[in-house]
């Protein structure tokens, strides 16, 4: 696996543990991959502070990083 934290277009990407709170780690603006039972899930962190994700796992970590890298590509536009 990839360092836990990386940034990509000035978004932070942080990998979790599947123990790791999502709202605990991450700050407002960042993302976060976190493996879950079924999967590699993909969450934001929103300015305001809430948590938002997609509604459904990516099958490695490799897929979930390219998915949150190309979410930072486009809130870079």
Known sequence: MTSPLITHRGITIATLASTQD????C??????IREQGDGWWLY???EDGTVDG???PYTS??????AA???AEFSAQ
Not at 61 to 66: D, G, R, S, T, Y
């Open 27 to 32: 700050a407002p603006g960042q993302t976060a």
């Open 69 to 71: 890298k190309a979410a």
């Open 22 to 25: 999502v709202a605990a780690h």
């Open 54 to 56: 997609y509604d459904s």
């Open 44 to 46: 934001f962190v929103d």
């Open 61 to 66: 970590h490799a897929e979930a990083l390219w």
